[in-house]
């Protein structure tokens, strides 16, 4: 069974600037999700295992960038933060590595409880 903990969330100004952090128990493909009020859990990021792929989504691209250390450690750069970001922010592991399903919530085995990212003037 693979932990998660996310942290890093907050209120941030519009074209702010949050990294989000994701620790986990072991090394796996991550992904990263969030969900707004009243909304499905949306598809934000994800990366390998060796940290040699990565991808976003188009909603995020040119403003988000997700990343590791060389430790169980994965991250989510967030630069020109806008209101419509708002939203809890979960990273996901997969014991299952790359499929064309990562964006998918239900390609994850595991989860985090999530950290709260405000955008709000």
């Known amino acids: 069974q693979i932990q998660l903990a996310e942290s890093g969330g907050g209120l941030v100004q519009p074209g702010g600037s949050l990294r989000l952090s994701c620790a986990a128990s072991?090394?796996?493909?991550v992904g990263w999700f969030r969900q707004a009020p009243g909304k499905e859990r949306e598809f934000v990021a994800a990366?390998?295992?060796?940290?040699?792929?990565k991808y976003h989504a188009s909603s995020v691209r040119g403003r988000f960038t997700i990343s590791r250390d060389t430790g169980t450690t994965v991250y989510l750069r967030m630069n020109n933060l806008k209101p419509e970001d708002t939203g809890v922010y979960y990273c996901?592991?997969?014991?299952?590595?790359?499929?064309?399903?990562?964006?998918?919530?239900?390609?994850?085995?595991?989860w985090g409880q999530g950290t709260q990212v405000t955008v709000s003037s």
């Open positions: 990366i390998t295992f060796k940290g040699a792929n």
């Open positions: 996901a592991a997969s014991t299952n590595g790359y499929a064309a399903t990562y964006s998918y919530p239900t390609h994850y085995d595991y």
């Open positions: 072991e090394r796996s493909f």
